[in-house]
C-alpha cells in the first residue's frame, strides 16, 4: 500500500496561499470498479494529473456491493494495469454516525487516508460536538507516518444552503470542542450545500433540471474556511451540473468537488451496455421499489432515482458484460475524466504531488 497517501498536506499547502488555482475533483467508483480505475488512470497519465481523489461513500458500500477491502483492491490492480506509479488518495465519504468508529477503523487499515465525517443530519451543535468527537478518534488510531485529511459538513445535501453564520458557529463549536481532548489537527476542510442534490433531479421529460448553483456562497465560506486553518468548502451532488459549471469552480476556491453520478449514468445509457440487462434491471427495480415510487414522479424519473440500487444486486451480471463492451464503456469514460481534469485545472499536477507525497 505504499502509494496510498493523505491529501492533508496538500491541503495544509492550500490553506496557506502555497498552492492554488485548481480544485480536486473527487471520483466514485460505483460498479466494474476495475475497469473504470484503469480509464481513470489512463486519463490521469495523458494530462498528468496528480490531484484527484478516488473515493468511496457510506452508503455505496451497501448499494453497490464493495467492501473498502474489496474496492482497494479492485483500485491498486486497476493503477498496477496501467502502470500508474503517483500517490492514491483513498477516501471515505459521507461517513455517518451509525456504526462510524468500526466501520473509520477498518477504512483507515485498508489505506483510506481521507475521511469525511458527516454530521449534518443533526443539528448544529450536535453535529460539531460528534465531528470532534470522531475526529479525536481518528487522530487516536491514525498510522503514525500518516496525517489523515479529514472533512466535516455543515448543511445536509440536498437540504437548504448553508450560510457563512452557520459555518463560523460550526467551526467555532467544533475548535472549541476539539480542545478538549487534546492539541490534535483537526478538519483541513468543510463540505457545504449550495444547491445541488446528490443524483441530481430528472424532469418528466428525461433531461436534467438545472439547479441554482449558489457559487457565491461557495466562494464566501472558502474564503472564511482559509481564516481557521481549512483549505476551502467541498462541493458535492455536482456531476450532472452543465458542463460549463465546472470551470468556474477553481474560481470560487472551493478545494474539492465531488463526482458520483455522471460515470454511473454513461454506464447505463451506453449504446454498449447490453439492453436485455438493462431491461432485467428495470424490470427488478419495477418489482422490488414499486412501494416507494413517488406520487409525483413518473416511470423515467423512478427508474433514474432508483437504479443505483441494482448495482450491488447485479454486480455479477454487470461484470459479466462482454470484455468488448466495458472496454467501448471505458473509453466514454476515460473522456468524461480528461474533461473534469481539464475543466477543474489539474492538468499538470502530477509533479507537484510527487514533490508533496514523495511518491513517484
Known sequence: MKNLASTQKLYEKIAGGEIKGFTVPAFNIRTLTFDVARALFRAARKESAGAFIIELARSEIDYTGQTVEEYRNSILKAAEKE????????QGDHFKINDLENLIKRAIENGFYNIDIDCSSLPLKDNYVETAKFTAFIRSIEPKTVSI??????????????????????????????????????????????????????????????????????????????????????????????????????????????????????????????????EKIYKWLRKKYFQEKKETENEIQFLYRTRKYALGPFKKEICNIPQKNIDRISEELEEKFIFFFQKLNVSNTSDLIKGLTNIK
Open 83 to 90: 502502470k500508474f506509479k503517483g500517490a492514491i488518495f483513498l
Open 149 to 278: 485529511s479529514i472533512g466535516g459538513e455543515v448543511g445536509e445535501i440536498g437540504g437548504k444552503n448553508t450560510t457563512v453564520e452557520e459555518f463560523k458557529e460550526f467551526i467555532k463549536g467544533y475548535k472549541n470542542e476539539l480542545s478538549n481532548y487534546a492539541n490534535l489537527k483537526g478538519l483541513i476542510k468543510i463540505a457545504i450545500q449550495t444547491g445541488t442534490s446528490h443524483g441530481g433531479i430528472m424532469l418528466p421529460t428525461g433531461e436534467m433540471k438545472i439547479p441554482e448553483e449558489d457559487f457565491e456562497t461557495l466562494a464566501e465560506i472558502s474564503q472564511e474556511a482559509k481564516k481557521y486553518g481549512l483549505a476551502g468548502a467541498v462541493q458535492h451532488g455536482a456531476s450532472t451540473l452543465p458542463g460549463e459549471y465546472f470551470e468556474r469552480f477553481p474560481e470560487t476556491k472551493a478545494c474539492e468537488i465531488h463526482l458520483a453520478t455522471i460515470f454511473q449514468n454513461i454506464i447505463y445509457e451506453s449504446d454498449y451496455f447490453p439492453q436485455d440487462l438493462k
